[in-house]
């Protein structure tokens, strides 16, 4: 287990340089599951009739959710976010005690390139994931990098 070293949520308004949008079937459902990620509601924008129009969710600074009412496409977003010092594990364990039926925690599990990824699919069906870069593999990933891309053009060699 590593000590969770995750900053303090930014409630700063700023112009936003990405973001994912995911429609949900149930707003306050998702507001809640991504609660359990570890988002904080920035705001909720009200529709016409007094429904919710939008969620805004934020993890870290420049990892925002807006959650809309609507139909979902099961697989059809996913977003990648640095997992910023959490403890997957923990997470993943949390995670799984508490996620509603048709949500899915994948991992954590490594991949080829240097990080361990926490899959989150929720309800509807959208994606993220949480990457953590693994620091005890930092020299391999150093001479992989030296070894396999040149400098200049950024062109990878096979």
């Known amino acids: 287990m590593s000590e969770n070293t995750t900053p303090a949520i930014d409630r700063t308004i700023y112009p936003m340089p990405m ?3 995911f429609h949900v079937a149930d707003v306050a459902a998702a507001e809640a599951f991504y609660q359990a990620v570890g988002f904080i509601t920035l ?3 009200p529709a016409a009739d007094g429904s919710t129009a939008l ?3 934020r993890r870290m600074r420049y990892q925002d959710l807006l959650l809309v009412p609507g139909t979902p496409v099961r697989g059809s ?3 990648s976010f ?3 010092g959490a403890d997957l594990f923990a997470l993943a ?3 799984g005690a508490v996620a509603p039926r048709g949500a899915h925690i994948g991992g954590p599990a490594d991949t080829a390139w240097f ?3 926490l899959t989150i699919d929720d309800p509807d069906g959208n994606r993220i994931i949480l990457t953590a870069f693994r620091e005890s593999e930092l020299a391999d990933a150093q001479e992989w990098a030296r070894e396999n ?3 200049g053009d950024s062109v990878i060699k096979n």
């Open 19 to 21: 973001f994912a949008t």
């Open 43 to 45: 705001a909720t924008i």
């Open 149 to 151: 891309i040149i400098d």
């Open 115 to 117: 990080t361990t990824d």
């Open 77 to 79: 977003t996913t977003v």
């Open 55 to 57: 969620i805004h969710l």
């Open 82 to 84: 640095a997992a910023g």
């Open 93 to 95: 364990t949390t995670l």
